[in-house]
């Protein structure tokens, strides 16, 4: 008899787009302790598109200010690819009350990694 608890599936697989390295090794170190696999870090819009041409992830995490701009070309992609994603920004709640991030959660920075694979957890069930 076999029952499957997990066990058997492969790692959720984990974009992370964040332009600040200590903070997404920080981020990366915490995903993969948790079990997940990390995809990037990519650090702009640019690379995060390109890793998105190539690779499906399950859940991301975006800073939303990278060097390059607003990480919203990235969201967009994700939103229409039915990706679930959280925000990692130091911008404050109005971020969140309206527009294109309405509704998203923005763990804010500094990120408390526990929160963080909580809400991880939460997008991908």
């Known amino acids: 008899m076999s029952s499957d608890d997990g066990r058997n599936r492969p790692p959720a697989r984990i974009l992370v787009v964040e332009d600040e390295i200590f903070i997404a090794m920080e981020i990366e170190r915490a995903l ?14 640019e690379d995060a ?10 859940a991301a ?4 200010t990278l060097r390059d701009g607003k990480v919203t070309p990235v969201a967009v992609l994700l939103r229409s690819q039915g990706v679930p994603f959280v925000l990692a920004s130091a911008e404050g709640r ?3 009350e309206t527009g294109f991030f309405q509704g998203v959660t923005n763990l804010g920075k ?6 963080m694979i909580g809400e991880i957890q939460r997008l991908l069930s």
């Not at 500094?110 to 929160?115: E, G, Q, S, V």
């Open 32 to 45: 993969t302790t948790d079990g997940f696999e990390v995809l990037g870090p990519v650090g702009s819009i």
């Open 61 to 64: 995490v975006l800073d939303v």
């Open 110 to 115: 500094p990120t408390n990694m526990r929160l």
């Open 49 to 58: 598109l390109e890793l998105l041409h190539r690779d499906q992830p399950d």
């Open 94 to 96: 109005e971020l969140t």
